[in-house]
């Protein structure tokens, strides 16, 4: 069997019993705990969790997951076993209370026995040690003899992160037979011989961060079966390297790298870790993640260049990634159709850091290798060494780790923690910030939404509205309905005031306590708010309306963006406040002068048509077939808000807008920098804002007019006058300088002691001093001078000048004052110079010439 067929042949068999086909969640997921989607249940938690009502009862999904970071790593095994890999397909049912464990179990077996065709006497099952439901209905409902149900502890206790939705699970397994080890079930035999394949988790608890187990508000079902485990059981190999998709795969990394596969286990492993990396790369870069130092990023910068380096491993002095990740897209392109549309950012993406890294490599590795030879036997890696690896040639520490294990030498981890020093701290200082910041009183907020529903937002319609006080505590209020936008999508909360009949308090911003409910930051103004309170809630119109303007050109500039700088450009955040707006987006190198004067055009031309907005809601699939773009960062569901914002701009928000896009005012770019590798930034101002940053400018354009004593429009022209007699005037006074500079010569020749001459000139740069010490080495019965003092610019500088009879070496004199000094200088035999920052080393120079003088 193929993969297609089987992706088809698994869902097609879920939704004849009423489960509903979701199509696989990005890779990168709306939950903070975790850096990619994991399994196969990852977009439903909300569901399981209670946060969100599920649409659906049932569902059924093929969901792209990534393991490699976090506390489900599979990184380092690629290559090296027969089924590890960094990205693979979870087949998946899931039940949202609907059904559990006696479907759950009835169905896994249908499908696997009579639609699949696995033999029943070669399946066997593991229950926990405390589900007597699971073991009795492996046993009394499908048939599993006793003696092939074992029970094990916390391999069948399934969790998704250290808090969350958790339970106890059920393994089937495939006995590959006594060949592959010994036998006793997966309890007692070989890890190899028994396979799991597939997990049935039967949801029942949210653990807390105390550790404690709070009951789900209805027990669900989740399972998730590695596609790739399936295929290669089904079709009898004793890997996921011999299935259809991975063949072809590593007929084509051993095309690239004229390496074949087979011929050679080291050579073997370079192939299958190639194989992988170039899948897992191509759907991360399609789903929004690029090569960067921090988080996510960093992952796949890891991913990247291990594969890198195993291409160079096998010889390979040419850019292989880019032909690996053709082959992806034409393997998983009928699936994931998004990835023939970002074939081309996709190339770009991993030739640009496969180049990059390349010219890195040789160099690194010719570090490492010297390193690595001079380590006595016990030793290890010196972490300054791998500190050195990571900050100047771009070897992530586990690359370094991977390549001296290779050699059986350990790396000095407390060393290289100690060399990463403030970076360190500063990024675990951001995480901690992270995993603090939370909704204020949780469980309060959720029996809020249970009873009463969600917020209903009326902030479109209207700016004041009437509503009902359903929490309130002093600091935080939950009303039934409001005006007010909870902060999303990059769009600050809306601020305000609530009046009631008992007092009023003013709004600071708004953001969702739970899913679902706005939660208004409040502080008194006067009296309280109480529950059951009736009162009227009005936002800040101002400041609403520069918040509309600022988000609509949000989305103009993401059009022209595109439009001059390639589709490839994707939103990776962004954030619209009152008085400006920011957006971040993938591009690889700076934006030119040039082109943000042609993006702002583009944008400007596009308000100037005053052409409508039309924000509607409809559904994904409506909203797909308009070509609707999402953004980074939003979560959507079944319903979506689409916006229409001119002729040019289709895009999934549910922010608010302006009704034309003359409201928005002029569009000015006001800033464009670097967040990150391949990630930049612009900042602009619309509307008021643009017209106030004019002012500004047209202020600061007077004051410097009027100090350079022309009009305005001819302030460059001034400019380049004043600059012209400035240098001019330098110039005279550098003439002057030297001129009384020289006129010291006499002086100084008169001291001199057996032809020698040693003395301190202050106010002369290295240049001026040079020139003095020949003049003064001119002069009769003068054939070697010596000069130092400290310039008028700061730092200190000497100068040696010698005569071919003296039988002196210039640079010699200066040898040991160059240090004193704290700098350096070009040595020569007949005349040398030196420049350091310490002035106050510049005696014991001259003391330390006069000394090698003799």
Same mark, same amino acid.
């Given at each position: 069997?193929?993969?297609?067929?089987?992706?088809?042949?698994?869902?097609?068999?879920?939704?004849?019993?009423?489960?509903?086909?979701?199509?696989?969640?990005?890779?990168?997921?709306?939950?903070?705990?975790?850096?990619?989607?994991?399994?196969?249940?990852?977009?439903?938690?909300?569901?399981?969790?209670?946060?969100?009502?599920?649409?659906?009862?049932?569902?059924?999904?093929?969901?792209?997951?990534?393991?490699?970071?976090?506390?489900?790593?599979?990184?380092?095994?690629?290559?090296?076993?027969?089924?590890?890999?960094?990205?693979?397909?979870?087949?998946?049912?899931?039940?949202?209370?609907?059904?559990?464990?006696?479907?759950?179990?009835?169905?896994?077996?249908?499908?696997?026995?009579?639609?699949?065709?696995?033999?029943?006497?070669?399946?066997?099952?593991?229950?926990?040690?405390?589900?007597?439901?699971?073991?009795?209905?492996?046993?009394?409902?499908?048939?599993?003899?006793?003696?092939?149900?074992?029970?094990?502890?916390?391999?069948?206790?399934?969790?998704?992160?250290?808090?969350?939705?958790?339970?106890?699970?059920?393994?089937?397994?495939?006995?590959?037979?006594?060949?592959?080890?010994?036998?006793?079930?997966?309890?007692?035999?070989?890890?190899?011989?028994?396979?799991?394949?597939?997990?049935?988790?039967?949801?029942?608890?949210?653990?807390?961060?105390?550790?404690?187990?709070?009951?789900?508000?209805?027990?669900?079902?989740?399972?998730?079966?590695?596609?790739?485990?399936?295929?290669?059981?089904?079709?009898?190999?004793?890997?996921?390297?011999?299935?259809?998709?991975?063949?072809?795969?590593?007929? !084509?990394?051993?095309?690239?790298?004229?390496?074949?596969?087979?011929?050679?286990?080291?050579?073997?492993?370079?192939?299958?870790?190639?194989?992988?990396?170039?899948?897992?790369?191509?759907?991360?870069?399609?789903?929004?993640?690029?090569?960067?130092?921090?988080?996510?990023?960093?992952?796949?910068?890891?991913?990247?260049?291990?594969? @890198?380096?195993?291409?160079?491993?096998?010889?390979?002095?040419?850019?292989?990634?880019?032909?690996?990740?053709?082959?992806?897209?034409?393997?998983?392109?009928?699936?994931?159709?998004?990835?023939?549309?970002?074939?081309?950012?996709?190339?770009?993406?991993?030739?640009?850091?496969? @180049?990059?890294?390349?010219?890195?490599?040789?160099?690194?590795?010719?570090?490492?290798?010297?390193?690595?030879?001079? @380590?006595?036997?016990?030793?290890?890696?010196?972490?300054?060494?791998?500190?050195?690896?990571?900050?100047?040639?771009?070897?992530?520490?586990?690359?370094?780790?991977?390549?001296?294990?290779?050699?059986?030498?350990?790396?000095?981890?407390?060393?290289?923690?100690?060399?990463?020093?403030?970076?360190?701290?500063?990024?675990?200082?951001?995480?901690?910030?992270?995993?603090?910041?939370?909704?204020?009183?949780?469980?309060?907020?959720?029996?809020?939404?249970?009873?009463?529903?969600?917020?209903?937002?009326?902030?479109?319609?209207?700016?004041?509205?009437?509503?009902?006080?359903?929490?309130?505590?002093?600091?935080?209020?939950?009303?039934?309905?409001?005006?007010?936008?909870?902060?999303?999508?990059?769009?600050?909360?809306?601020?305000?005031?609530?009046?009631?009949?008992?007092?009023?308090?003013?709004?600071?911003?708004?953001?969702?306590?739970?899913?679902?409910?706005?939660?208004?930051?409040?502080?008194?103004?006067?009296?309280?708010?109480?529950?059951?309170?009736?009162?009227?809630?009005?936002?800040?119109? *101002?400041?609403?309306?520069?918040?509309?303007?600022?988000?609509?050109?949000?989305?103009?500039?993401?059009?022209?963006?595109?439009?001059?700088?390639?589709?490839?450009?994707?939103?990776?955040?962004?954030?619209?406040?009152? *008085?400006?707006?920011?957006?971040?987006?993938?591009?690889?190198?700076?934006?030119?002068?040039?082109?943000?004067?042609?993006?702002?055009?583009?944008?400007?031309?596009?308000?100037?048509?005053?052409?409508?907005?039309?924000?509607?809601?409809?559904?994904?699939?409506?909203?797909?077939?308009?070509?609707?773009?999402?953004?980074?960062?939003?979560?959507?569901?079944?319903?979506?808000?689409?916006?229409?914002?001119?002729?040019?701009? #289709?895009?999934?928000?549910?922010?608010?807008?302006?009704? !034309?896009?003359?409201?928005?005012?002029?569009?000015?770019?006001?800033?464009?920098?670097?967040?990150?590798?391949?990630?930049?930034?612009?900042?602009?101002?619309?509307?008021?804002?643009?017209?106030?940053?004019?002012?500004?400018?047209?202020?600061?354009?007077?004051?410097?007019?009027?100090?350079?004593?022309? &009009?305005?429009?001819?302030?460059?022209?001034?400019?380049?006058?004043?600059?012209?007699?400035?240098?001019?005037?330098?110039?005279?006074?550098?003439?002057?300088?030297?001129?009384?500079?020289?006129?010291?010569?006499?002086?100084?020749?008169?001291?001199?002691?057996?032809?020698?001459?040693?003395?301190?000139?202050?106010?002369?740069?290295?240049?001026?001093?040079?020139?003095?010490?020949?003049?003064?080495?001119?002069? &009769?019965?003068?054939?070697?001078?010596?000069?130092?003092?400290?310039?008028?610019?700061?730092?200190?500088?000497?100068?040696?000048? #010698?005569?071919?009879? !003296?039988?002196?070496?210039?640079?010699?004199?200066?040898?040991?004052?160059?240090?004193?000094?704290?700098?350096?200088?070009?040595?020569?035999?007949?005349?040398?110079?030196?420049?350091?920052?310490?002035?106050?080393?510049?005696?014991?120079?001259?003391?330390?010439?006069?000394?090698?003088?003799?």
């Amino acid at each position: 069997m193929e993969a297609n067929e089987l992706r088809r042949t698994f869902t097609d068999f879920f939704v004849a019993r009423d489960h509903t086909l979701v199509p696989s969640a990005s890779l990168i997921p709306h939950d903070p705990s975790l850096l990619f989607t994991n399994s196969g249940m990852v977009p439903f938690k909300p569901y399981f969790l209670g946060e969100e009502a599920p649409p659906y009862p049932r569902a059924v999904s093929v969901q792209k997951v990534v393991r490699a970071g976090g506390k489900h790593n599979d990184l380092d095994e690629v290559g090296r076993t027969s089924r590890h890999l960094t990205f693979f397909e979870m087949l998946g049912n899931f039940s949202f209370g609907d059904y559990f464990k006696e479907e759950a179990i009835a169905y896994a077996w249908e499908l696997v026995t009579d639609v699949l065709g696995f033999d029943p006497e070669r399946l066997w099952v593991t229950v926990h040690l405390t589900d007597d439901d699971a073991a009795d209905i492996w046993r009394d409902g499908v048939g599993v003899p006793a003696d092939r149900i074992q029970r094990l502890d916390d391999d069948n206790w399934w969790r998704m992160a250290d808090t969350g939705p958790n339970g106890p699970s059920s393994e089937v397994f495939f006995d590959r037979g006594p060949e592959f080890g010994d036998g006793g079930g997966p309890a007692h035999g070989g890890e190899e011989r028994f396979l799991e394949f597939w997990n049935l988790v039967f949801m029942q608890f949210d653990q807390q961060a105390d550790g404690t187990q709070v009951p789900l508000p209805k027990p669900s079902i989740d399972t998730g079966a590695g596609l790739e485990r399936v295929l290669s059981v089904l079709d009898g190999h004793d890997s996921v390297w011999a299935t259809d998709e991975f063949q072809a795969l590593l007929r !084509s990394a051993g095309s690239l790298t004229r390496v074949r596969d087979g011929d050679d286990a080291r050579s073997d492993v370079s192939l299958r870790i190639l194989a992988d990396h170039a899948r897992s790369s191509t759907m991360l870069i399609s789903d929004g993640v690029f090569p960067s130092n921090e988080e996510r990023g960093y992952v796949l910068r890891r991913i990247l260049r291990r594969a @890198i380096r195993h291409a160079y491993l096998l010889g390979v002095e040419h850019p292989v990634m880019p032909g690996l990740v053709d082959t992806v897209v034409d393997l998983l392109g009928e699936p994931y159709p998004e990835l023939v549309d970002n074939r081309e950012v996709i190339h770009e993406v991993v030739e640009r850091e496969e @180049i990059g890294f390349r010219r890195t490599l040789a160099s690194g590795s010719k570090l490492l290798d010297a390193e690595l030879e001079d @380590i006595e036997s016990g030793g290890a890696l010196p972490g300054a060494v791998a500190f050195q690896l990571h900050d100047t040639y771009g070897f992530p520490l586990e690359v370094t780790q991977e390549i001296t294990a290779e050699r059986g030498v350990p790396v000095d981890l407390e060393g290289f923690e100690a060399a990463m020093g403030e970076q360190r701290s500063r990024a675990q200082a951001d995480q901690a910030a992270k995993a603090a910041t939370g909704p204020v009183d949780t469980a309060a907020l959720r029996e809020i939404h249970q009873a009463s529903g969600d917020t209903e937002f009326v902030g479109r319609e209207r700016n004041s509205a009437p509503a009902v006080v359903l929490h309130s505590d002093g600091s935080s209020v939950v009303l039934d309905q409001t005006p007010f936008y909870a902060e999303s999508g990059g769009q600050v909360g809306d601020t305000g005031e609530i009046i009631g009949p008992n007092g009023r308090v003013r709004v600071d911003d708004t953001t969702f306590g739970v899913a679902g409910i706005h939660l208004h930051h409040v502080a008194a103004v006067d009296g309280r708010l109480d529950v059951g309170d009736a009162v009227t809630a009005t936002i800040d119109d *101002d400041r609403r309306q520069a918040i509309r303007r600022n988000h609509t050109a949000t989305h103009i500039l993401h059009w022209a963006l595109r439009e001059v700088l390639g589709d490839h450009v994707k939103q990776q955040g962004s954030w619209v406040g009152p *008085d400006r707006l920011r957006f971040d987006f993938s591009h690889f190198e700076a934006v030119r002068p040039d082109q943000i004067a042609a993006i702002e055009d583009l944008a400007n031309a596009e308000v100037l048509t005053n052409a409508a907005c039309i924000h509607v809601e409809t559904s994904m699939e409506e909203a797909q077939q308009r070509g609707a773009l999402a953004f980074f960062g939003d979560k959507y569901g079944d319903r979506v808000r689409v916006l229409e914002a001119g002729a040019h701009s #289709v895009e999934l928000c549910g922010g608010t807008h302006v009704r !034309s896009l003359g409201d928005i005012g002029n569009i000015k770019i006001i800033g464009e920098s670097s967040i990150g590798s391949n990630l930049r930034r612009i900042e602009a101002v619309t509307g008021t804002g643009a017209v106030e940053r004019l002012r500004g400018v047209e202020a600061i354009l007077d004051g410097v007019a009027d100090r350079l004593g022309v &009009p305005a429009g001819e302030v460059l022209d001034g400019s380049d006058k004043r600059m012209a007699e400035i240098k001019e005037l330098r110039k005279r006074v550098a003439e002057l300088e030297r001129a009384v500079a020289l006129g010291q010569a006499d002086d100084l020749a008169v001291g001199a002691i057996d032809g020698l001459v040693v003395g301190r000139v202050d106010g002369l740069d290295q240049a001026g001093l040079r020139e003095l010490a020949v003049a003064v080495r001119d002069r &009769p019965g003068v054939n070697a001078v010596v000069l130092g003092g400290a310039p008028d610019g700061g730092g200190a500088a000497l100068a040696a000048a #010698v005569s071919e009879e !003296s039988g002196l070496d210039a640079g010699a004199l200066l040898a040991e004052g160059k240090t004193l000094i704290q700098g350096g200088g070009r040595p020569a035999a007949d005349i040398a110079t030196a420049g350091g920052k310490n002035p106050d080393g510049v005696d014991g120079a001259l003391a330390a010439a006069r000394a090698a003088a003799g």
